[in-house]
């Protein structure tokens, strides 16, 4: 979502970047791993988990791959991937985790699932294998491996195993950049080199698809149903009919959201993301999406990351 201000501008590379905000909110998160017997394996059971998950506003989560994992970095020694996933609440967490493991990786050939936050108070962990287990039919066992309590379920290939509970922590969703470029291939092109950059961080994942928002929202809409609707005032082909923030020479807009495990690590994505994408041609203005501080505690002045 956004909806900018934007009192004054700064200069960055030659690219106007607007003195304002980005706006975040608090939402819990956790890390899982899935591993396979192979890369590929897991990979397709990540991005199956991660599907029908960029943005809260209708999804149960957002979610999205953080990196790939070398065998000497997972519990079980196979090829994994590391999966964040966030939500306003740990218990809409634990709904959304269970419902993607339970269909997404429980059902993919060779895969196990683990935690991937350690030392979580017990208060803020969600139970993930726990539940599932019942679908071993009473034929399910547990076990505990160097300190994790697993679940082996008999499947079809063998055993899927699945750690007992997740750990969670207080995350930050929502920083964001937007990039105005002079046509649709500088912007995305802009967008593009910010993903790469922000891709190469830990503890931060871009939720939209290829990282990247074509569909930016503000709050609110005509029709009273909706929570949300198109942020008019950023659609080149509206600037006769609305109060646009775009300057004549704007083509397209692209926005990149960040969610992340600290206000720390979505900062220097939103930084790192802001680099890539001044040094691209055809890149005009940079500026952020905020509500004037009501949305949420997290302001990430874009002044601060130059």
């Not at 700064?10 to 890369?39: M, W």
């Not at 993607?100 to 699932?113: D, E, K, M, S």
């Not at 082996?152 to 750990?167: A, Q, S, T």
């Not at 397209?252 to 930084?271: H, K, L, N, T």
Request: aromatic share 6%; hydrophobic share 40%.
């Amino acid at each position: 979502m956004s909806e900018t201000i934007s009192p004054t501008s700064l200069q960055l590379h030659g690219v106007e970047i607007i003195d304002t905000f980005a706006e975040a909110f608090p939402v819990a998160a956790t890390r899982i791993i899935i591993t396979a017997i192979s890369d590929e394996w897991a990979r397709t059971a990540a991005n199956l988990a991660v599907g029908y998950a960029t943005s809260v506003i209708a999804c149960d989560c957002e979610a999205a791959i953080e990196r790939s994992l070398s065998p000497d970095e997972t519990p079980d020694g196979r090829p994994g991937v590391s999966v964040l996933l966030f939500a306003f609440s740990r218990d809409a967490l634990g709904k959304a985790v269970v419902g993607r493991v339970g269909q997404c990786i429980l059902t993919c050939p060779t895969t196990a699932c683990y935690n991937g936050i350690e030392g979580s108070p017990k208060d803020k962990l969600i139970a993930v294998g726990g539940q599932l287990r019942f679908f071993g039919d009473t034929h399910q066992s547990s076990k505990r491996l160097a300190g994790r309590r697993l679940w082996r379920l008999p499947v079809m290939d063998g055993e899927f195993v699945c750690e007992d509970k997740f750990g969670t922590v207080k995350g930050v969703g929502g920083g964001n950049l937007l990039i105005c470029g002079t046509d649709q291939a500088a912007a995305l092109s802009a967008a593009e080199a910010a993903v790469m950059a922000i891709r190469k961080l830990p503890d931060v994942i871009l939720p939209f698809p290829g990282g990247v928002v074509r569909s930016g929202s503000k709050v609110g809409s005509r029709y009273k149903k909706l929570k949300a609707s198109t942020n008019d005032a950023y659609c080149p082909t509206l600037r006769a009919v609305t109060t646009s923030e775009l300057p004549i020479d704007v083509g397209a807009v692209y926005e990149i959201v960040i969610d992340g495990f600290s206000f720390e690590s979505v900062q220097a994505a939103m930084r790192a993301g802001l680099h890539a994408a001044v040094a691209i041609p055809g890149v005009l203005r940079i500026t952020a999406g905020n509500y004037g501080g009501k949305l949420g505690p997290h302001h990430f002045h874009l002044r601060d990351l130059m």
